[in-house]
Structure formats: C-alpha cells, structure tokens
C-alpha cells in the first residue's frame, strides 16, 4: 500500500526554469513532509521539509507548498540548474518518530 | 552535521555466501537505525527498524532469518544478509537520527550496492 503518491516519475527542464513535483498523502497522522535529493549510488539526503502547520516554506530556491485540506504537497525548485539533476522523494512521517514513508521518486534533469 | 557512515559502499559475493553492511553514526548515539532497500530506478522500502540493545522490528514480507540486524551499541547497527542470492541483490540504505526527534534529525548513509552472483 503506497501511503505516499509522487508525480511526475520524470522531469525535464530548461536550465532557469521551474521544477515542479508534487505528492499526495493519504494518512492524516503524518505530521512531517521531508523531500530528499539523491543522486546516483548514494543515499538520500535531506532537502527542505514542512509541518502541516505551515502552507508554505522557501529555503533559497526551493519552496515546499502545503495544502492540508487536500493532502497534498509539493516541491518547487526555481531557476533549476544542472547540478540540481537528481531523484527526488517526497516523504512524511508522524508523531515525531524517525520512520520515514517515501514517495515514488521524481527523475529530474535540467538541461542547459 | 550529523554524520552517518556505511561500509562497504559495495560488495560483490557468491551466492549462498553471507554478507555484513555496517551503519556508523559518527558524532551521535542513535538508539534507533533504519534500514533500506532500494532497486534501481524505485523508491527506499524500509525493511526493519533496529533498536540499540533489543531485537530489530521487521516490516510485513521481510525475512528476518534472511537479514539478520544486530544493533548492539548506540553507535553501531550491522545488516547481515544470510545466504545471499541473486535476488537479493540490491541497494541498501542505513539512516539515524540523534535523540527521539521528529524526522528532520535523520541522515542517511551513502548506501551499499550487493551484486550476488
């Protein structure tokens, strides 16, 4: 059972312009939103996150926005870069326990 | 920051042979790791939960006599995958967190690629 959906599987982007993912949840006890980058042979590492409290939070040029009614949340990253080539997976976890459920992984590529 | 450190980052074996991954947290206790699986191109499945000093918590269709968890220090949890064979190759991520905080203190190891021939 996947609690966490994750679309697109793919994205292709221009060098400058905006990647957008989004994730859907289904358990209502989820109370954290990490998204993790992870590039080839190694493992995830922590990106941005946000607690449902919040509608929205930007850490440079990626801004998670949240919509509890909906359950859904979603990952922006501005001006996309090359470097920002990468899987990305969205995931939630609840009461402030480490396990962590993944999305399905987004396939990034910005092209110059 | 914290640190999580995971060896070998890859190891080839024959089959029926057996195989430890090691989880390091390097500058925190962490009475609780995670272990991963990842096949290529998917998502990280949890396989189990290891907790310092106790046995480790499996998830549903894992085989715990297959993948033996030993967590035996606040420092160390060990993934041993008993008579390996070609299925079980896969990626294998370890993560911890420092204390009992939410998922925001967790990180992840580098990983470890199993090829089983």
């Known amino acids: 059972q996947q609690q966490v959906k994750q679309s697109p599987q793919s994205l292709i982007v221009q060098k400058g312009g905006i990647s957008i993912i989004n994730c859907a949840y289904e358990?209502?006890?989820?109370?954290?939103f990490p998204w993790y980058q992870q590039f080839p042979g190694k493992g995830p590492a922590l990106l941005i996150a946000i607690r449902p409290d919040v509608s929205e939070k930007k850490e440079g040029r990626f801004t998670i926005s949240f919509n509890k009614s909906a359950k859904q949340f979603s990952l922006h990253i501005m001006d996309s870069q090359p470097g920002d080539s990468a899987t990305y997976f969205c995931a939630a976890s609840m009461g402030g326990y480490q396990k962590v459920t993944f999305g399905t992984g987004t396939k990034l590529q910005v092209i110059p | 920051g914290a640190v999580v450190s995971q060896h070998p980052s890859w190891v080839i074996c024959k089959s029926g042979t057996s195989v430890k991954i090691e989880c390091r947290s390097l500058?925190?206790?962490?009475?609780?790791m995670f272990w991963y699986r990842q096949f290529p191109k998917q998502s990280l499945m949890l396989m189990a939960t290891s907790n310092e000093g106790s046995k480790a918590t499996y998830e549903q269709g894992v085989e715990k006599d297959k993948f033996l968890i030993n967590h035996a220090s606040l420092t160390l949890s060990t993934l041993t995958v008993t008579s390996a064979h070609p299925e079980d190759s896969s990626f294998y991520i370890c993560?911890?967190?420092?204390?009992?905080?939410?998922?925001?203190?967790?990180?992840f190891g580098s990983g470890t690629q199993l090829s089983v021939l």
């Open positions: 500058d925190f206790q962490a009475t609780t």
């Open positions: 993560s911890a967190g420092p204390g009992t905080g939410g998922g925001e203190k967790l990180f």
């Open positions: 358990n209502t006890a989820f109370d954290y």
